[in-house]
T-cell receptor, first 113, second 115 residues
Framework: GENVEQHPSTLSVQEGDSAVIKCTYS??????FPWYKQELGKRPQLIID?????GEKKDQRIAVTLNKTAKHFSLHITETQPEDSAVYFC????????????FGAGTRLAVHP | ETGVTQTPRHLVMGMTNKKSLKCEQH?????MYWYKQSAKKPLELMFV???????ENNSVPSRFSPECPNSSHLFLHLHTLQPEDSALYLC??????????????FGPGTRLTVL
């Protein structure tokens, strides 16, 4: 079945720096890749997603890139702010008829003022 | 309340107890999900329901029994749990469960402790 690896498990940056989180997936037919942010004690919330027919997507300070050949996708956060501190999860939707998501283990991002 | 709600928010139970977790979505979605979130582990999908029908059971032990009476409500019945079942149980919903994939909206979770 589908497997999603996420790195790094923890990431510490200074405010204003960029942060990059990387994920790899095993099912080459996966077609949907969302990123969720989970602040401490809160529910996961979608921050950006990308489909397999697109190589890059941007939303203000957040961007996601997808390399289908290498089966990896990355989250880029520029000009980080303390409120970006959270756990970030990548996910991939494997083949099949239903909206099943396989999640990575998560990256704990700390942005220091 | 809007979005996805879950009750109770916290639950402590003994291994011989029977309890139920409830999830309700007010978004008009057709698909609902149960996830288990443990420390140091990825979010684990447990069950998927589409239009009240179970479409995924991710090898979940029978001590967890889901019920979906309609597209807005989802229950997880718990019986004879083990301490290792202690975790945050998250419910989610999505507009549909088609081949393209789409956003899942999560509830706040139920923090379960099994003594």
């Amino acid at each position: 079945g589908e497997n999603v690896e996420q790195h790094p498990s923890t990431l510490s940056v200074q405010e204003g720096d960029s942060a990059v989180i990387k994920c790899t997936y095993s099912d080459s037919a996966s077609n949907y890749f969302p990123w969720y942010k989970q602040e401490l004690g809160k529910r996961p919330q979608l921050i950006i997603d990308i489909r397999s027919n697109v190589g890059e997507k941007k939303d203000q300070r957040i961007a996601v890139t997808l390399n289908k050949t290498a089966k990896h996708f990355s989250l880029h956060i520029t000009e980080t702010q303390p409120e970006d501190s959270a756990v970030y999860f990548c996910a991939a939707r494997p083949t099949g008829g239903y909206n099943k998501l396989i999640f990575g283990a998560g990256t704990r991002l700390a942005v220091h003022p | 309340e809007t979005g996805v709600t879950q009750t109770p928010r916290h639950l402590v139970m003994g291994m011989t107890n029977k309890k139920s977790l409830k999830c309700e979505q007010h978004l008009g979605h057709n698909a609902m999900y149960w996830y288990k979130q443990s420390a140091k582990k990825p979010l684990e999908l447990m069950f998927v329901y589409n239009f009240k029908e179970q479409t995924e059971n991710n090898s979940v032990p029978s001590r967890f029994s889901p019920e979906c009476p309609n597209s807005s409500h989802l229950f997880l019945h718990l019986h004879t749990l083990q301490p290792e079942d202690s975790a945050l149980y998250l419910c989610a919903s999505s507009p549909s469960s088609g081949p393209e994939g789409n956003e899942q909206f999560f509830g706040p979770g139920t923090r379960l402790t099994v003594l």
